[in-house]
């Protein structure tokens, strides 16, 4: 992977924490109450590029890369993708953050950031002040609800969730068509003009690498297995997140494809809220100003 990338974050500190699972790549800034702000597929903490001067002027951000995501150290893929298990991750999460000084925090996730996000308030509500997840459902809801036209619209649920190694081979074969493919189809435009010339050259240095691909794919696996499991062990027992959380959705993005996403949370959340932006998926790059006004006004409250 090349070290000369473009600085997204100029005056951020960059800091690897060893956990007992992850070493996890993070940058370091603002000032304030902590807020971890988690990135979703097939990214890396880049994403946040555009909306962390607006955050950072009221919290002390923590960017990490997700496990085998980035720069951050990628576990062994394994035959129950327990290594991969947003559970795991979110325990991680919560270690690195404990390593930082911070034993209780905010976070806000985008994508697979917000599964991590929802089962760390689910199964560590005492290290949660509040928390934001953007564009999504929860995992067992997503899986539930899968016919013809929303199977269409997340065909990549499926697809990568296939045994090793057929996805990782197939995409590894032109890796950045496959990436550029996925981010465009994603954006309410239907191109790349949304991301920043030198978030794409971050994008492409990582997703290069097979290993990564291999690892991007195990979250996928962990999401058709074992972390369903654990939503629906949780639904069954009628157990529901405490904290408080705000869902954010592009009009035009995946959880849009529901009639009402803000109902969806509902049946998981005690206290919950939220709204639509006029976007796709990706709210950080598509509407940074609306989606750091929104973050803000919730995690300030």
Excluded at 49 to 66: E, N, Q, S, W
Excluded at 256 to 278: F, I, Q, R, T
Aim: with cysteine.
């Amino acid at each position: 992977m090349n070290k000369n990338l473009p600085e997204m974050f100029p005056g951020y500190d960059t800091v690897e924490i060893e956990t007992a699972d992850v070493r996890f790549f993070c940058r370091v800034g603002g000032s304030g109450p902590p807020l971890l702000l988690l990135h979703g597929y097939p990214q890396s903490h880049v994403i946040w590029h555009t909306t962390a001067p607006y955050l950072g002027k009221d919290f002390t951000l923590v960017l990490p890369d997700l496990p085998g995501y980035g720069q951050s150290s990628v576990p062994p893929l394994g035959g129950s993708h327990e290594a991969y298990s947003k559970r795991n991750w979110a325990r991680a999460l919560i270690e690195m953050m404990q390593v930082l000084g911070h034993e209780r925090f905010s976070v806000a996730g985008h994508d697979r950031g917000g599964r991590v996000a929802y089962r760390m308030a689910m199964d560590h509500p005492e290290a949660l002040e509040r928390v934001a997840v953007l564009d999504i459902l929860p995992t067992a809801d997503y899986w539930d609800r899968l016919e013809r036209s929303f199977g269409l619209k997340i065909y990549h649920w499926m697809f990568l969730a296939q045994p090793a190694p057929f996805p990782e081979k197939f995409i590894s074969a032109c890796p950045i068509r496959f990436l550029e493919h996925t981010l465009a189809s994603w954006t309410a435009a239907r191109n790349l003009d949304c991301f920043s010339r030198e978030a794409l050259i971050h994008n492409r240095d990582w997703f290069c690498d097979p290993d990564r691909v291999a690892a991007t794919c195990e979250d996928y696996r962990a999401g058709a297995t074992i972390d369903y499991e654990h939503d629906n062990t949780d639904r069954m027992a009628g157990r529901k997140i405490k904290t408080p959380l705000l869902a954010l959705w592009g009009d035009k993005g995946i959880a849009a494809s529901v009639e009402d996403p803000l109902a969806a949370w509902a049946n998981w959340c005690e206290e919950v809220a939220g709204a639509a932006l006029p976007c796709g998926h990706f709210l950080p790059e598509e509407k940074p100003v609306q989606t750091a006004e929104a973050l803000l006004n919730f995690f300030s409250a």
